[in-house]
């Protein structure tokens, strides 16, 4: 039973990596086209810039949640 549970925690944890991984370069993506539209003259380029950070460090945001909130132990590390 242990090890069925290790196998699906682990297999969250590949997920989450994937998940991270797309999330970080979409958010780098955000925040470059909000600093290119920026550039532009679009006053909407510094919520592009503001999401792209949220999204691109969403891991590390969620893991300061918990951690505050002293949900330690539910935190599942991100692993290929």
């Known amino acids: 039973m242990l090890a069925q549970i290790q196998q699906l925690k682990d297999g969250f944890g ?6 991270f991984m797309f999330g970080f370069f979409w958010g780098i993506i955000k925040i470059w086209s909000g600093a290119n ?37 539910a935190v599942i590390t991100p692993r290929f």
Do not use: E, H, N, Y
Not at 14 to 19: D, E, I, Y
Not at 55 to 70: C, N, Q, S, V, Y
């Open 37 to 73: 539209a920026i550039s532009k003259g679009d006053p909407d380029g510094k919520a592009g810039i503001v999401a792209g950070i949220i999204i691109a460090a969403a891991a590390t945001i969620m893991a300061a949640l918990f951690t505050i909130f002293g949900l330690q132990d």
């Open 14 to 19: 590949l997920a989450l990596a994937v998940l």
